[in-house]
């Protein structure tokens, strides 16, 4: 009974067919578009849990992304295999360490981690572990803002 409701809550099978005993699942369209790579990775589990939205455009791919704070232990940062793209190599002991439990919240720049931030007295408090130019430190200022008042 579990196993149906959760077939048919992912848009995996329908509900009679998950009556039926099988090996495989049959996939919904929008998990077969999004495993033909008609949409990008971070949609095919929305496709997937509702087989019923479309997969939107992907952006140029010139486009900078906004800056983002990510929290202790965010999944963007733990993932199984090694993502380079966000969290580079030489970042990573920083982030990760074996004297700390706990990963550091970090914050991306142009999608990638550029350092770690805290929240103390009311603020957020940014430790750049790059040079960050000045409209990527007036971006992050107005994401620290922002993120400040919902702390608060």
Do not use: Q, Y
Request: with cysteine; aromatic share 8%.
């Amino acid at each position: 009974m579990r196993k149906r409701r959760w077939s048919t809550w992912c848009g995996a099978t329908s509900a009679a067919s998950a009556r039926r005993p099988r090996k495989t699942w049959r996939a919904s369209p929008a998990c077969r578009s999004a495993r033909r790579g008609r949409c990008s990775p971070a949609s095919s589990f929305a496709s997937c849990a509702a087989p019923t939205a479309r997969c939107a455009p992907l952006p140029d791919p010139d486009t900078p992304a906004p800056p983002r704070f990510l929290p202790t232990w965010d999944a963007t940062l733990l993932v199984h295999a090694r993502r380079a793209g966000v969290l580079p190599e030489e970042l990573r002991p920083r982030v990760f360490s074996i004297r700390n439990p706990h990963s550091v919240p970090t914050f991306l720049v142009d999608g990638v981690v550029a350092g770690a931030w805290r929240f103390a007295g009311g603020a957020i408090r940014l430790e750049p572990w790059r040079r960050l130019d000045r409209a990527d430190e007036r971006a992050l200022a107005d994401e620290a803002e922002r993120l400040a008042a919902f702390h608060a």
